[in-house]
C-alpha cells in the first residue's frame, strides 16, 4: 500500500501516545480519519485540534474489549465512510503483578484489551474490507513483550505473545485467499507514553491499584517507569510503521535493543534449556536489555 491520500484510516487508542502519533502521520499523508478511544475528554480534544487544521476527523468513544461496541463503530465508519483501508488495532493497557497475584479481573481487563480488542476489530472489520476488495493495511500493535518474557508482566506478555500469533495466522489468512490486505505487527521497545500509567483507565468497580507486593515488584514498577520516561518518541514508531507499510514488511521492531533478547530466547527454545533472565535494572531503563 503506498497510496494513502483519500484513504481511511480507522485507530484505537487515537487519543495519546502511538495511536495519537500515527493518527498525526496518517493526516500528514492525507487520510481521512477515525479515531477511537476509551478516555471520551481526550479524545474530544484530539478530534478538536485535528479539525483545527482542516483534516477530515470523526472521533468515536468505545471500549474494543466490548464485542457489541466495536461492531456498531464498524457499522458507523462503514457507512460514513465506505471502507477503510488502513485500520491499526492499537489500544493497549498493562499490570505489573506476578502471576499468582494476578487476579482474574486483572486478566479479563488486560486480555480484554490488548488481546480481544484486536479480535473483536478484526471480525468487525474484514469481511466487508474484504467485501470491497480494496487495497488495504491491517497494523496491530504488540510488543517486543511479545517475542520475549519478564517478571512481573505476565498478563501484559501472554497478551502481546497472542497478539503476534494472531496476526502471523491472519497473514497466512489473507494470503491463502490473494486478499488485497496486507498485515504487519508492530513489535516497539520502549516509547514515551502513559502505558505505565494504564490503570487510570481500568473499568468502574475493578480493584484499584495497590501497592507493590514486594522489592522485586517495586524495582520493576520503578525501572518500567524510567524506561518508558526514556523511551523513543512515539512520532518515531508512526514513521517506521508507515516505512514498513511501504515494503510490506511484516514484523515491525522499532529498537535493536531487543534483538539480543529475542535471539536469546529463540537459542533457549531451541537448546530446550531453562529460559534466561533479563530483569529490571539501569540499563533496561535507559532502552536497553540487560542478562542479569
Known sequence: MKIFRDKVAVITGAAEGIGRAIAMR???????????????????????EFK????????????VSKAEQVDALAAQVFEQCRNV????????????KPVWETTPEDWAWVMGVNLYGVTNSLRAFIPTMLKNDEE????????????TSQ?????????KHAVITVSEGLHHDLTLRDAKIKVSVLCPLWVKTRIDQAERNRPPGDAPRTAASDAIVAKAEE?????????????EVADALFDAIA?????????????????????????????TSFGFNAEMATGGVAQV
Request: glycine share 6%; hydrophobic share 55%.
Open 85 to 96: 483501508h488502513l485500520l491499526v488495532n492499537n489500544a493497549g493497557v498493562s499490570i505489573i
Open 247 to 275: 515494503i510490506e514488511q511484516f514484523y515491525i521492531l522499532t529498537d535493536p535493543a531487543v534483538m539480543p533478547a529475542i535471539r536469546m530466547r529463540m537459542k533457549d527454545i531451541l537448546c530446550q534449556r531453562q529460559p
Open 223 to 235: 525501572c518500567i517507569s524510567k524506561a518508558v520516561e526514556n523511551g523513543v518518541l512515539a512520532a
Open 26 to 48: 496518517a493526516a500528514a499523508e492525507g487520510m481521512k480519519l477515525v479515531l477511537v478511544d476509551i478516555d471520551a475528554i481526550k479524545l474530544e480534544a484530539a478530534v478538536a
Open 136 to 147: 488495504g493495511y491491517i497494523i496491530n500493535t504488540a510488543s517486543t513483550a511479545g517475542l
Open 52 to 63: 483545527v487544521q482542516n483534516i477530515e476527523v470523526i472521533g468515536v468513544c468505545a471500549d
Open 151 to 159: 517478571s512481573c508482566v505476565a498478563a501484559y506478555n501472554a497478551s
